[in-house]
């Protein structure tokens, strides 16, 4: 069967890669168990009244066919209408009472399992948006909101249903199983004779239904990572501009197909399970009749007594059926348990370290002492089953930074130069922790010996400190207002305002028809490269961090957005210490410190004059990336 090959195998990017088979393949552990009843524990008064609605529902099951043996023995035989009508009367009532307690029961499941998808929801919200930078540069976008969604409801569903099946199912069978034996225990004992065929039938589908569940699981997310990768503008762009739809559609008909084959073998073996179901009723049925019916020609049986073993028999049924299920049922639901805790178990590998401190108020120095730092590989940040296609890696991967050092004071502004891949990304994202080093120090502080390691401080205080505008700095689907306030929530139209005039923005966004309530689309397509890097520094400047870390655009503007970008910059980063990775020539000739990053370490360090003077390799860029820069105003 297709669902055992490994998929992806043939796809345009599946060479040399293998599937996860790790989550097909997990069993599901008490440790799981535990923790499900844990999370029920905040529930306990509401699950304890839908218990105590739950039993009385099973109790009242045996009711109606008890009334049934007296009908017939006490009214039908002996022709006395008046117990017949007020037996009637009672059947009616029960009815009733039944009816209304499947209402309640049906409102209480419902409040309990709402509130279990909630919790379970926030806590995984709340866990994944915590991770480091790392997890999201390893994880599937489609996978993980899969498993935010279809797992947390699976749980959820599964865990309502178990609670009630199994507490009203048990009942049911110990009441009605009391009631048989006490009207005919050699019937009854027969009949029971053939419910461990339902047992043994709901042992071997429960087996295979869980590793099919879970490899469902899996395919499915498999599906929605391919559509959540290509349907936004940037996957769409690319396919199309490489003409590899046909390609694509070749790689998802193969994961659709491997669900397709997966969905038909559940259904095959759920239909196992059904046939079962149906046999197992039939087969006792025509015993109740064959036995009973040769007790009651024999005398040792009442009519009343047989037709009342027949309904009490159906009445044994469901229950038991719904308890054969329950394996079933509990299998599937813990294998979206544990999806659910295989995200909220990975720990961030970026924390506040127990006792960490805040940073003062006024903290702008910014040191590297012998920083050393490789990226960590994916097992140690990411989850295989989030990967779909999990890569075989090597066992390390290189040090990218290899013993950098350098000291910017306050207020100073070092400008970041160097071939591509030296590293100067990668050191920018160890100042505000979204990595940590692998050996040495990154410290922030006042200046002078007061300097803290950043792994001692508070991630808050952190990134109050710390600003960041990247090349392509990220807009939320929302109003222009609404993505400036990310940076300070109680700030004022007028502080909105002064941002984006300082940020020489202020007269584009005057002219929109909304102005601040214009929605910036998703990802702030909508804005211009150079108008969404003017929104990015209005925000940076709410923030108003002490130190401001910035990636200068690489593609050229034209003159007059050149220049506004280049005013809203010095606005920025007046009297606050930065680190800018230079790509324009007025900025390396400005900066207080140049860092010529190569290999992974300061090559060499100094004022523009002073490097060119020294000759190179900062000569040597400036002639080959800086001397035809066409920054305004600039003349080399
Ligand atoms: N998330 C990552 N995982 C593994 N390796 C990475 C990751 N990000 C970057 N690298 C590697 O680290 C090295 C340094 O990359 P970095 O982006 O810091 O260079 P850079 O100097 O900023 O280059 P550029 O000027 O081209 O942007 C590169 O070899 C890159 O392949």
Aim: proline letters at 3%; one cysteine or more; a negative charge.
């Amino acid at each position: 069967m297709s669902g055992t090959r490994p998929a992806g195998m043939g796809g345009p990017m599946g060479r040399g890669y293998r599937i996860d088979r790790s989550a097909v393949d997990a069993k599901v552990s008490r440790k799981t168990l535990r923790r499900v009843a844990g999370i029920a524990v905040p529930h306990r008064g509401l699950i304890g009244v839908f218990l105590f609605f739950t039993v009385l529902d099973a109790a009242i099951t045996v009711v109606n066919p008890l009334l049934v043996v007296h009908i017939i023995n006490d009214g039908i035989r002996e022709r006395d209408g008046s117990t017949i009508a007020w037996l009637a009367g009672a059947m009616v009532l029960t009815a009733l009472v039944d009816a209304s307690f499947t209402v309640i029961n049906g409102w209480l499941s419902s409040r309990i399992g709402e509130g279990l998808i909630y919790d379970l929801r926030t806590q995984v919200f709340a866990h994944v948006q915590r991770m480091s930078l790392a997890f999201f540069t390893r994880t599937q976008t489609g996978a993980l909101v899969s498993r935010l969604n279809n797992d947390v409801m699976g749980a959820q569903r599964a865990f309502t249903s178990v609670l009630s099946s199994v507490v009203s199912n048990s009942i049911s069978v110990v009441v009605v199983g009391i009631a048989m034996l006490a009207l005919s225990w050699q019937v009854t004992l027969v009949c029971l004779a053939t419910f461990p065929l339902l047992f043994l039938a709901s042992r071997w589908v429960g087996n295979r239904l869980a590793g099919l569940t879970r490899e469902q699981m899996d395919g499915n997310a498999a599906l929605g990572n391919v559509m959540t990768e290509r349907f936004n503008v940037g996957g769409a762009l690319l396919l199309t501009l490489f003409g590899r739809h046909a390609d694509e559609d070749r790689t998802y008909a193969e994961r659709a197909d491997r669900v397709r084959d997966l969905g038909v073998r559940i259904t095959l073996v759920g239909r196992v399970f059904t046939a079962a179901l149906l046999l197992v009723p039939a087969l006792a049925t025509a015993l109740v009749y064959g036995i009973g019916g040769g007790l009651v020609v024999s005398g040792a049986l009442s009519l009343g007594a047989l037709v009342g073993l027949a309904t009490l028999l159906l009445r044994l049924l469901g229950p038991l059926q719904g308890l054969s299920n329950v394996r079933v049922d509990v299998m599937t639901a813990l294998v979206s348990f544990d999806r659910v805790f295989e995200v909220t178990d990975l720990p961030s590998m970026v924390q506040d370290r127990p006792g960490a401190t805040d940073l003062p108020a006024g903290a702008a120095a910014v040191e590297f002492d012998d920083v050393w730092f490789r990226y960590p590989l994916a097992e140690e940040v990411s989850l295989a089953s989030l990967e779909t296609l999990a890569r075989p890696e090597g066992s390390a991967n290189p040090d990218v930074l290899r013993g950098l050092s350098f000291r910017a004071e306050p207020g100073q502004m070092v400008a970041l130069v160097g071939p591509s891949g030296a590293g100067k990304t990668t050191l920018t994202h160890l100042v505000a922790r979204l990595y940590d080093v692998t050996g040495g120090a990154v410290r922030i502080g006042t200046g002078g010996e007061d300097m803290s390691d950043v792994r001692d401080v508070t991630l808050d205080s952190l990134h109050r400190t710390v600003g960041y505008v990247t090349q392509d700095a990220h807009m939320f689907h929302d109003t222009i207002a609404a993505n400036l306030r990310y940076a300070r929530p109680d700030a004022t139209d007028d502080d909105l305002w002064s941002a984006l005039e300082a940020a020489q923005i202020a007269p584009m966004v005057a002219g929109l028809s909304d102005g601040l309530d214009t929605v910036v689309g998703d990802r702030g397509y909508r804005l211009s490269g150079g108008e969404r890097q003017r929104l990015a520094i209005a925000r940076l400047l709410l923030k108003a961090p002490p130190v401001v870390v910035l990636d200068e655009a690489t593609a050229h503007l034209d003159s007059e957005s050149e220049h506004a970008v280049q005013e809203a910059l010095s606005r920025a980063l007046e009297g606050r210490t930065s680190l800018v990775i230079a790509h324009r020539l007025s900025t390396i000739r400005d900066a207080d410190q140049i860092l010529v990053v190569d290999g992974g370490r300061v090559a060499q360090s100094g004022t523009h004059e002073e490097l060119l003077a020294a000759g190179g390799l900062y000569a040597d860029l400036y002639r080959t990336q800086f001397l035809d820069d066409v920054s305004p105003g600039v003349s080399p």
